[in-house]
């Protein structure tokens, strides 16, 4: 039996941020990359088994953003603490304690590691590019090697395929991995959730309402419907990041509306929540929003969405 091993380089870092090397960011750039890269996993039904990534943000995230593109939520992504500027040596311990019943898996991380362990796997099969890099940021490596991943050796992997973003469309398919349409994102972008929190206080409702991400407008949480979660769950996150909030979700949704966005029409699903825990703000992930409790009719007048406004009417009457 044969076993595949999948090598991504981290998508390009962005060294403008003044951090430190392990908690530098990806550019936009690196993210959409990484976005490229899994949706040509979907595409060529080489979707991994398992994702085992460096735990350091510019791979941890090129690792989220690459299993997404493919349809799967990243809960099962697997961090380990030795990719980070590991060597050879370390980087066939992380494959030899990687699951022997597993045949695809996909490992996220740095040069100079990846490099190394591309050109010690494969080193008959390795044709250098013109520009001589073998796996510049986001690139992935195709291996194909034997079924016992604590004996390899050298030069023991068959290079299958190594792909670069540059040589994949900008854009990606929609509804799904084949889909004939081709959008501005990943699939599961147009696929959104949202809540109308609310409190009862002295008998009578609250809404709660946050600003919008540039602060220009009113808004309540909305966001992409991850991958790996239900709309209900989805909406329970979002609610915690951008209004820092907890509570009960309806299992039914109030409604849903459509905005523009990304080049496309985005369907967005609308739950009542009825909040049971406000996080303080020094623990809230966006508290340059700030949030507000307002009157039914406040919220009506005041959220920037008008599709919202009839549904905040909807859930005070059910009220």
Known sequence: MTRELLLLRHGKSDWSTGVDDYDRPLKDRGKRSAQRIGAWLAQQNLVPDIIVTSPAERALVTAQKACKAMGYGDQGIRLDKRIYAADVD??????????????????VGHNPGLEELLVWLASEEIAVPADGKLLPTG???????????????????????????????EKFPFPAPHGKEQR???????TQSSVIPYRIRDGKPQILVIASSKKNHLVV?????????????????????EAGIEGEIG????????????????????????????????????????????????????LYQKELRPL????????
């Open 139 to 169: 690139t992935l490596a195709r291996l194909h090697l034997p079924d016992d991943w604590g004996a390899l050796t050298k030069g023991c992997a068959r290079l299958a395929s190594v792909t670069r973003p540059a040589m994949l469309p």
């Open 184 to 190: 501005d994102r990943p699939a599961y972008y147009y």
């Open 251 to 302: 299992d039914n949704p109030l409604g849903s509306y459509t905005c523009q966005k990304w080049g496309a029409t985005c369907t967005v699903t609308v739950y009542p929540m009825e909040v049971t825990h406000v996080i303080r703000k020094k623990e809230w992930e966006e508290s340059h929003r700030g949030r507000s409790w307002v009157s039914p009719e406040k919220a009506v007048k005041q």
């Open 221 to 241: 949480p909305k966001g992409i419907k991850d991958p790996g979660l239900s709309p209900r769950e989805s909406a329970a996150m979002e609610a915690l990041e």
């Open 312 to 319: 905040v009417k909807k859930l005070v009457a059910s009220l």
């Open 90 to 107: 370390t980087l066939l311990e992380v494959l030899a304690d990687c699951p022997a019943d597993e045949p695809r898996i996909m490992l």
